[in-house]
């Protein structure tokens, strides 16, 4: 089974690489971008036939190694 993990910093977090890429395209003439904020998607292929365990065992992953949870917020996605 496939699951989908995104990564995202939580709101008021700093994210100096989506300033970053803000800027790059700005300069690169794309004004009206507002803001940019950087996340992760990380995607698992999961043993498993129940997509309710399944997304339980990928949260616990997201919760102990995936995701910092101080600073970022995650959505658990099955994708089958």
Known sequence: MKVRVTV????GVLDPQGKAIGHAL?????PEV????VGKVIELDVDGSDAAK????ATEMA???LAN??????????VK
Not at 8 to 11: I, N, Q, T
Not at 54 to 57: H, L
Not at 69 to 78: L, N, P
């Open 8 to 11: 995202s910093l939580k709101e």
């Open 26 to 30: 700005h300069v690169l003439e794309f």
């Open 34 to 37: 507002k803001e940019v904020r």
């Open 54 to 57: 399944v997304e339980a065992r």
């Open 63 to 65: 919760k102990q190694l």
């Open 69 to 78: 949870e101080v600073i970022e917020d995650f959505v658990v996605e099955v």
